[in-house]
């Protein structure tokens, strides 16, 4: 059983910076990760996702050129390192894992089976 857990949100005013981070109990070195995002009233959404080898990145189109998603398979760790804030980035960010292995990092929240227990960012305007 894998478990993901997310850690480094917080509070931050916009055009700042955080940097998320998952923790994995089991091995993730076989699979894609992806990261998304939940708003207060609205659905999960696709943030970033990174391929099983770490070469493949996706990123969704609001945050491309601000927010860069890496991964340590060596820690069982995934990484998205987020600059230029803005209030509309604010919202509980969750680490998953897909289900298929060697995935390439899919934008679609069925693809994945394991989630974290979120982390919230708040950005101030």
């Known amino acids: 059983q894998v478990q993901l857990v997310e850690s480094g949100g917080g509070l931050v005013q916009a055009g700042g910076s955080l940097r998320l981070s998952c923790a994995a109990s089991?091995?993730?070195?076989?699979?894609?990760m992806g990261w998304f995002r939940q708003a207060p009233g609205k659905e999960r959404r696709f943030v970033a996702a990174?391929?099983?080898?770490?070469?493949?990145?996706n990123y969704a189109d609001s945050v491309k050129g601000r927010f860069t998603i890496s991964r340590d398979n060596a820690k069982n760790m995934v990484y998205l390192q987020m600059n230029n804030l803005k209030p509309e980035d604010t919202a509980v960010y969750y680490c998953?894992?897909?289900?298929?292995?060697?995935?390439?990092?899919?934008?679609?929240?069925?693809?994945?089976?394991?989630w974290g227990q979120g982390t919230q960012v708040t950005v101030s305007s």
């Open positions: 990174i391929s099983w080898s770490g070469t493949g990145r």
């Open positions: 998953a894992r897909e289900e298929r292995p060697y995935g390439m990092g899919s934008p679609s929240s069925s693809e994945y089976r394991y």
């Open positions: 089991g091995t993730l070195r076989s699979c894609a």
